[in-house]
């Protein structure tokens, strides 16, 4: 299974739900995850983004192999990655 595919299988995905800059389409998916403040929130993202960042990660992924692919937490996703583990959506 490629990661795209365990993105697809796993969250809610949301056909052409996001706009890019040139007004074209694009899949989206959307999960729970906690602010910084510690509130729950919905976060949608386009699949291809979450795949140009993390895409090296192997299907299914951990925590810790998705940080890998952010070392220094650039997009700000480790906190959403930590979600999922204490979700049981992955292994930490």
Do not use: C, Y
Not at 38 to 49: C, K, L, M, N
Not at 55 to 83: C, I, V, Y
């Amino acid at each position: 299974m490629r990661l795209d595919e365990w993105v697809r299988a796993t969250f809610r995905v949301i056909p052409d739900g996001w706009m890019r800059q040139d007004f074209s389409k694009e899949d989206a998916f959307e999960f729970s995850s906690k602010t910084t403040d510690g509130e729950s929130t919905s976060v949608i993202a386009p699949i291809s983004w979450f795949m140009e960042h993390f895409g090296g990660a192997d299907a299914p992924p951990t925590a810790s192999a998705l940080k890998a692919q952010d070392p220094n937490d650039e997009t700000g996703w480790h906190r959403h990655f930590d979600a999922w583990a204490a979700q049981g959506i992955i292994q930490p």
